[in-house]
């Protein structure tokens, strides 16, 4: 009887990878240029990071699927008007064996030009799928905005 809230206990404790894994690098160098593609408007290098059926789930403005249609979005709404930021120490990576791993962290988007405090804050979820050592971004999900 004693045992099982001690069980319970370390079963509940987070184990995400910490910033010295390779799990973690990977990830990170993934975001890093995902997100600088995002911010100069290379939508074909920004599509190389998605997977054709991809799923995008943001609080604000619905689901949508698919490559094209994600792509679409980010022209006609990203595009010289937002740049996204990874807000410093927020960052967790966690593996999902035998698929990939789940990025969690928050963003900051602003105006191009703008500092850093001019714009609002998200959380977001993505979903890396690692097929023979290429990661694609399989779902997002987008939320909290402010």
């Known amino acids: 009887m004693l045992a099982f809230p001690a069980a319970?206990?370390?079963a509940q404790k987070v184990r995400r990878e910490p910033p010295d894994t390779a799990l973690f690098r990977t990830i990170a160098s993934l975001d890093s240029a995902l997100f600088d593609s995002y911010n100069r408007c290379d939508l074909?290098?920004?599509a190389s990071f998605i997977a054709?059926?991809?799923e995008f789930y943001h609080d604000q403005t619905g689901m949508m699927v698919g490559v094209q249609n994600l792509t679409e979005a980010v022209k006609q709404?990203?595009?010289g008007k937002v740049v996204r930021e990874l807000v410093p120490g927020t960052l967790e990576?966690?593996?999902m064996?035998?698929?990939g791993a789940v990025e969690i962290g928050v963003h900051r988007f602003h105006p191009p030009g703008a500092g850093a405090n001019e714009g609002g804050d998200a959380k977001f979820v993505h979903l890396w799928q690692n097929t023979g050592g290429v990661w694609k971004i399989t779902r997002?999900?987008?939320?909290?905005h402010h």
């Open 140 to 144: 997002v999900i987008s939320f909290d």
């Open 52 to 54: 054709d059926g991809v």
């Open 77 to 79: 709404n990203i595009c």
């Open 8 to 10: 319970a206990a370390s």
């Open 97 to 99: 064996k035998g698929y």
């Open 44 to 46: 074909p290098r920004f």
């Open 93 to 95: 990576v966690y593996p």
